[in-house]
């Protein structure tokens, strides 16, 4: 069974531009979660999507926006792109009410 | 805002000893718990969950929850290079699927 597909693995983008991010949950699994991680500030949460409606949203400005496809797929946008935006973002997908998350490879983002 | 606390370490453990690795967390409500272990460049992997107190061991694995004290623990037995890595506790933050995390504990077993 594949795991969480995050792509692209790696981006370098300036001051003032806009990303997106995609991910691929597990097949069936169709919880999907964000999260942004700094070595200063560890692993904080951005947003869950369940049956493509965003469920919990964490302390993000709203320059970060998500959404999800019918196909349990989803995209993470970062609009306006600051120099604190450099980080690792991980795609989690579950499947049930146990709450395991399921972590993808991450997309590393370079603002520069 | 709730808080997910664990000492950042390193700890640094001879090979074949036991590792304790411990978290406090504030949100009184929370009811389901994890440890995930972070290998250096990679994504966050599960090890461990639980969901009630008391003890649940899963081969070197042994995952400690005190909901009283607001305090679960992660031990390692038998201690392996291999274990060396960032373990990450995280706890839910509400009744949907996200979680908390708190910092992580980098763990060093040393040959």
């Known amino acids: 069974k594949a795991g969480v597909t995050q792509t692209p693995r790696y981006l370098i983008k300036t001051r003032g531009q806009q990303v997106t991010l995609s991910c691929s949950p597990i097949s069936g699994h169709r919880s999907v979660s964000w999260y942004q991680q700094t070595p200063g500030q560890g692993l904080q949460f951005l947003f869950e999507?369940?049956?493509?409606?965003?469920?919990n949203k964490g302390n993000f400005p709203g320059r970060f926006s998500g959404r999800q496809f019918s196909n349990s797929r989803s995209e993470m946008n970062v609009s306006t792109l600051e120099l604190g935006d450099s980080a690792l973002y991980l795609c989690?997908?579950?499947?049930?009410?146990?709450?395991?998350?399921?972590f993808g490879s991450g997309t590393q983002l370079s603002v520069l | 805002q709730k808080e997910v606390e664990q000492n950042s370490g390193p700890l640094s453990v001879p090979e074949g000893a036991i590792a304790s690795l411990n978290c406090t967390y504030s949100d009184r409500v929370s009811q389901s718990f994890f440890w995930y272990r972070q290998y250096s460049g990679k994504s966050p992997e599960l090890i461990m969950s639980?969901?009630?107190?008391g003890d649940k061991e899963d081969g070197r694995f042994t995952a400690q929850l005190n909901k009283a004290s607001q305090y679960v623990s992660l031990l390692i037995r038998d201690s392996q290079p291999s274990d060396s890595a960032t373990y990450l506790c995280?706890?839910?933050?509400?009744?949907?699927?996200?979680?908390?995390f708190g910092k992580g504990t980098s763990l060093l077993v040393t040959p």
């Open positions: 639980i969901y009630s107190n």
């Open positions: 999507y369940f049956s493509e409606t965003q469920r």
């Open positions: 989690a997908s579950s499947l049930s009410s146990d709450k395991k998350l399921f």
């Open positions: 995280a706890v839910n933050r509400d009744s949907g699927y996200a979680l908390n």
